[in-house]
């Protein structure tokens, strides 16, 4: 019988044809995906060189090829990461000054969102916070986010006062990366060479990190190779021993030769988010002896309040807030304040963007209370003026202003035109009273202005 020859499904020109069709598609498929890839990697780049552009125009002041513009350019360049897991702003003294009430709306610099949390207390109709560092803004949101969905306290203060558990990235998880927009997302899933992700830090306490925890925890190390230890300072139960701990473990770190010489170069202060401006001012203070002022004021920190009620100083000799629940910590996180916390982070509103740009955005005697932190050190004459006509533009009648500076003196007068100075008000003992009072101790001045015809 003879074999029937079998007829391809497929000829081989159809075959070929075929083959030629699929490489075409597929050269289509991945020249669209190369677009896409590269419009998004345009995005990326266009919003963070807008990013970089804002924050060169708020450090830079001088002539860049100067050493003054190298040296502006350097501390943007180290800016541009996070720089304060915990904000040094002392929040019941921002209370007091600013009365905030349920009837206010309230703008603040950011920074690492303490503050902006403690606000809460007070029950201000809104806030809204404004920073130029991308990492200040995710952690803020991660905060927000924390205080409306995690499930109760323990775990919040688990988070954000111990921030050293293992179960924290788990909780985030959970809880908060569903509910995170997708930049604040981004940030904290980002990971590093070794594959981990950034809101690992919450599992070895977040305060050891940022350009200010590392640089406690590199002064912490070079205190102890030369033979001082600032975390004995913990174990004073009284001011007085208070005094004896830092006069016998810390002062004496100022006059060896390498402290002496650090504390010389601009740059080593950066990791204290001192740009140069400020740290000129700073210098000038202390008629140009910037040691005796750092001195003075970390002697003011060490010794002029009980160490168990400040958590400033637990930050500084211990690089941790205290154990257990009633430990010194920042006001949002005690357990009786919570419940405000919780219902104020809807209010809040969170963005990144240049302060005076912000402002030029609202209507006039729109606005509150202002908080500029330390801002205006930053900030040349025509930078100053530039803000304070927007602040009074858009406050109301009886509108309260603080911020603090390096110096011990307002950075106001002989820098903005009179004609807005004139309206606002200044009490120059009452201020004096509030920077004694500042348990941060790191500022030369707490200032307060009220905008006239309340």
Same mark, same amino acid.
């Given at each position: 019988?003879? #074999?029937?020859?079998? @007829? ?19 050269? /289509? ?9 590269? *419009?998004?990697? =345009? ?23 100067? /050493? ?18 915990? &904000?040094?702003?002392?929040?019941? &003294? ?29 029950? +201000? ?45 788990? &909780? ?20 590093? +060479? ?9 599992? *070895? ?10 640089? #406690? ?6 205190? *102890? ?11 004073? !139960? ?46 000038? $203070? ?47 996180? /005690? ?27 609202? +209507?006039?005697? !729109? =606005? ?14 025509? @930078? ?6 927007? #602040? @009074?533009?858009? $406050? ?19 820098? &903005? +035109? ?17 920077? /004694?009072?500042?348990? !941060? ?14």
């Amino acid at each position: 019988m003879p #074999i029937r020859k079998r @007829t391809p499904l497929l000829r081989a020109g159809a075959l070929k044809r075929a083959g030629d069709t699929a490489k075409r598609l597929t050269g /289509k498929f991945n020249i669209a995906r190369k677009r896409v890839q590269l *419009r998004r990697s =345009l995005r990326v780049a266009g919003a963070r060189k807008f990013r970089h552009d804002q924050l060169r125009k708020a450090v830079y002041q001088g002539d860049a090829d100067g /050493k003054k513009g190298i040296l502006e350019r350097t501390f943007a360049l180290a800016f541009r990461g996070l720089v304060y897991s915990q &904000i040094w702003e002392d929040p019941d &003294i921002d209370l007091e000054a600013l009365q905030l009430g349920p009837d206010h709306h309230l703008i603040t610099i950011a920074s690492g969102g303490c503050n902006v949390m403690s606000y809460l207390i007070a029950e +201000p109709k809104a806030v809204t916070a404004v920073d130029l560092n991308r990492g200040h803004v995710a952690l803020n949101k991660l905060k927000l986010a924390a205080a409306q969905h995690l499930p109760d306290w323990e775990t919040f203060y688990r988070f954000f006062g111990q921030a050293d558990s293992r179960a924290n990235p788990d &909780i985030y998880d959970k809880y908060l990366k569903p509910v995170l927009d997708k930049e604040s997302r981004d940030y904290w899933e980002r990971r590093d +060479p070794l594959g981990r992700r950034r809101i690992r830090f919450f599992a *070895r306490n977040v305060y050891r990190f940022g350009l200010l925890g590392t640089f #406690i925890g590199a002064g912490h190390k070079l205190a *102890r190779m030369l033979g001082g230890d600032p975390r004995k300072m913990l174990e004073a !139960s009284t001011l007085a021993e208070q005094r004896e701990i830092y006069e016998r473990e810390v002062a004496p770190l100022f006059e060896k030769r390498i402290v002496k010489w650090l504390i010389d170069q601009p740059m080593s202060l950066y990791g204290l988010g001192i740009p140069p401006a400020q740290y000129k001012a700073l210098a000038a $203070s202390g008629g140009g002896n910037i040691k005796q002022v750092l001195l003075e004021r970390l002697e003011r920190l060490a010794c002029d309040f009980d160490i168990e009620d400040n958590y400033f100083a637990h930050q500084a000799f211990g690089r941790r807030y205290g154990a257990g629940k009633d430990a010194a910590g920042p006001p949002y996180l /005690k357990q009786e304040n919570f419940a405000k916390v919780r219902a104020g982070a809807a209010r809040v509103d969170v963005n990144l963007v240049n302060l005076i740009d912000f402002l030029k955005t609202k +209507p006039a005697a !729109s =606005l509150d209370r202002f908080v500029l932190l330390d801002a205006q050190d930053w900030m040349n004459d025509a @930078t100053l003026t530039d803000l304070w006509t927007e #602040i @009074t533009r858009v $406050s109301r009648p009886g509108a309260r202003v603080i911020f603090r500076t390096a110096a011990e003196v307002s950075v106001l007068p002989g820098r &903005i +035109p009179h004609a807005i100075l004139s309206r606002w008000s200044y009490d120059e003992a009452l201020c004096k009273a509030f920077t /004694k009072r500042d348990r !941060s101790s790191i500022y030369g001045g707490f200032h307060l202005y009220v905008l006239n015809g309340a």
